[in-house]
């Protein structure tokens, strides 16, 4: 079975066609890109995978289940790191790990996420002194902590500088190592191509392309994902 299906998903704002009949299917156990510049869809896409947004029309199941109704018994099974999720400043880093643990019937040894993301030596620092990249770290934890199938992950390493993205990247592939289903949303190609199995491309609420990297890259006969986008963005105009 696939992990996620989504079928013809559209999301209406007002005026504006967020998400525009969308279709893709994620495989379990792949990484999976979702990129494409502000204001594309990603975001509102990925709130409907995970519950907190109810399309106006089309389909989405997660691990089989229908998100918009079964909210609830999915969020033990999916952990999501999303754009702007922020903690308390003064909560410190062993605490949060330990609360976040109690959210699901089946977590993780939290003591051993805290271990394997390198936040020992953090623990009892409080969130708001960690720099940018501890804090990511600390998110991404989090999102596991609950031993999840499935891992969201929106705008990873928007404002991280160029190393601590570098050691965010090793992260996300040590997650693909043991066989998460990851979706990454990025507005960074690069990020995305070098980190993920197949792509959705997204621009103005639609999939303008999807398959590999390689596979994008070369159907449009150009040298990296984000000269394909431009090539697929000015066709599609
Ligand atoms: N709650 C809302 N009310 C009105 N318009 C919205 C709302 N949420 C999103 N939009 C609009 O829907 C469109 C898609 O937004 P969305 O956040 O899904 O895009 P995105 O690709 O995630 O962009 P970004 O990279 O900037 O987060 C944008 O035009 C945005 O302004």
Redesign the pocket.
């Known amino acids: 079975m696939d992990a996620i299906e989504v079928t013809d998903l559209r999301k209406t ?2 005026d ?1 066609h ?2 525009d009949g969308v279709t893709f299917t994620v495989r379990t156990g792949e990484t999976f890109g979702i990129v ?10 990925v ?1 409907c995978l995970i519950g907190l947004k109810r399309p106006d029309a089309g389909t989405v199941r997660v691990l089989g289940e229908d998100p918009a109704r079964r909210r609830r018994a999915l969020a033990q099974r999916i952990g999501a790191q999303l ?1 702007e999720s922020s903690l308390p400043e003064r909560i410190k880093v062993a605490e949060a790990l330990r609360m976040f643990a109690t959210f699901y019937r089946e977590a993780a040894d939290w003591r051993q996420v805290m271990e394997r993301w390198s936040l020992r030596p953090l623990a009892r620092k409080a969130f708001g002194d960690l720099s940018g990249g501890q804090k990511q770290r600390l998110m991404l934890a989090l999102a596991l902590v609950g031993d999840p199938e499935v891992v969201v992950l ?2 990873l390493t928007t404002g991280l500088d160029p190393i601590a993205r570098r050691e965010t990247w090793r992260l996300v592939d040590d997650l693909k190592a043991v066989g998460t289903t990851v979706v990454l ?1 990025s ?1 960074y190609f690069d990020e995305t191509e070098a980190l993920c199995d197949r792509v959705a491309v ?1 621009a103005r ?1 639609r999939v303008v392309a999807m398959g590999t990297p390689d596979d994008i890259i070369a159907r449009t006969g150009t040298a990296s994902l984000e000269e394909a986008y431009f090539a697929l963005e000015g066709a599609d105009r």
């Open positions: 704002y007002g504006t967020a998400v494409g510049h502000n204001g594309a869809g990603k975001t509102t896409t709130e754009q929106d705008e949303v507005h997204f609420g």
